[in-house]
């Protein structure tokens, strides 16, 4: 029986996206809890999601979870970083601006949620519109 040429064997290039998924929330509750979701959901999806902590929630202080986190797994290879923010009175201050001109350095993303993460949530379960004043929002 003749032998199988194996010489011209390729090595193909892997199919599973290998990358990490780091979402930092300005929130410490409803955010990562519904991102954490996604985590376990199957073996293509892997992401952490990073709370606010000790309820400092303005995109300066998001920056320094983010690069916390990024020191964290650092050797993990391949990792792609979001910002979960809403618009709430950052924009009035300009925090937004600053979160996005370091967005644009570090090639990181941002996700902006108007007026806020709740309207996201409530898109899941309902076809109405919510209120879009800002102070009605939790409602």
């Not at 983010?66 to 797994?73: F, I, P």
């Not at 792609?80 to 924009?91: A, G, N």
């Not at 409530?122 to 109405?128: D, I, P, Q, Y």
Request: proline share 5%; aromatic share 10%; charged share 25%.
């Amino acid at each position: 029986m003749p032998l199988l040429n194996i010489s011209n064997y390729k090595k193909e290039e892997p199919w599973r996206d290998a990358t990490l998924l780091i979402i930092v929330c300005e929130g410490s509750d409803k955010e990562p809890y519904y991102f954490n979701f996604f985590n376990g959901l199957t073996k293509k999806i892997r992401l952490i999601a990073v709370p606010s902590k000790s309820g400092k929630s303005a995109p300066t202080h998001l920056i320094l979870n983010a690069e916390d986190e990024l020191k964290k797994h650092k050797s993990h290879g391949t990792c792609e970083l979001w910002f979960v923010i809403d618009v709430d009175k950052w924009l009035q201050h300009k925090h937004i601006y600053t979160l996005q001109n370091k967005c644009k350095e570090k090639d990181w993303k941002t996700v902006i949620s108007n007026p806020c993460f709740e309207v996201w949530l409530n898109n899941h379960f309902s076809n109405e519109q919510p209120l879009q004043q800002s102070d009605k929002c939790k409602s």
